[in-house]
């Protein structure tokens, strides 16, 4: 079955850190871009980042550049996001999400077709 | 960055009823425009790409469509699993930006 299991969530302390992990499994990791989408409490879903098959791209957020880092290991099937500096405006649900990029006429698209349950990070004191 | 304004934000309907969402891009991007369901609890789930290509397994009575700045998701006759939250998502340029998404209640 293919799936994506996050982990690493929590509450943590504005300022503190967090790094959430994301298992792939049914499928090879290094094939696909990856993303972060992320969801505050009763709001609507932001894109946060993502990251080339082989790493070797990187795209953020304006609001966590600086701060969070994606990162994967496709050895280990494995999504990363380092999260330091955390803000009380990052609570969200955190959910890894695989883009099986279409090409069509020349043109790149997104199609986010796997996500997994997310996990949840609270920033509080 | 882009903005992707959405309207209505929500809306009441009743099953058979015809929706139609409407998504509006700050700028032309081209179609490179998702749309997205989400239901209470869960992950959102991909409906459409490039603004009218149907994701595999979604049922055809959702339909995109538009190009440049304006854009539409039609589900033709309301089931009562639609009801949900639905949300543009552009992909012509970084960052990826979402629309702040249209709640499909039951009337």
């Known amino acids: 079955e293919v799936q994506l299991v996050e982990s690493g969530g929590g509450l943590v302390q504005p300022g503190g850190s967090l790094r959430l992990s994301c298992a792939a499994s049914?499928?090879?990791?290094?094939?696909?871009?990856m993303t972060w989408v992320r969801q505050a409490p009763g709001k609507g879903l932001e894109w946060v980042a993502n990251?080339?098959?082989?790493?070797?791209?990187?795209y953020y957020v304006d609001s966590v550049k600086g701060r969070f880092t994606i990162s994967r290991d496709n050895a280990k099937n494995s999504l990363y996001l380092q999260m330091n500096s955390l803000r009380a405006d990052d609570t969200a649900v955190y959910y890894c999400?695989?883009?099986?990029?279409?090409?069509?006429?020349?043109?790149?698209?997104?199609?986010?077709?796997?996500w997994g349950q997310g996990t949840m990070v609270t920033v509080s004191s | 960055a882009i903005q992707m304004t959405q309207s209505p934000s929500s809306l009441s309907a009743s099953v058979g009823d015809r929706v139609t969402i409407t998504c509006r891009a700050s700028?032309?991007?081209?179609?490179?425009l998702g749309w997205y369901q989400q239901k209470p609890g869960t992950a959102p789930k991909l409906l459409i790409y490039?603004?009218?290509t149907l994701q595999s397994g979604v049922p055809s009575r959702f339909t995109g469509s538009g190009s440049g700045t304006d854009f539409t998701l039609t589900i033709s006759s309301l089931q009562p699993e639609d009801f949900a939250t639905y949300y543009c998502?552009?992909?012509?340029?970084?960052?990826?930006?979402f629309g702040q998404g249209t709640t499909v209640e039951i009337k």
């Open positions: 700028q032309g991007i081209r179609n490179d």
């Open positions: 998502l552009q992909d012509y340029d970084y960052p990826r930006t």
């Open positions: 490039a603004a009218s």
């Open positions: 999400v695989r883009d099986d990029t279409s090409y069509d006429g020349g043109v790149y698209y997104d199609v986010f077709d796997i």
């Open positions: 049914g499928f090879t990791l290094s094939a696909y871009w």
């Open positions: 990251i080339k098959e082989d790493g070797g791209l990187r």
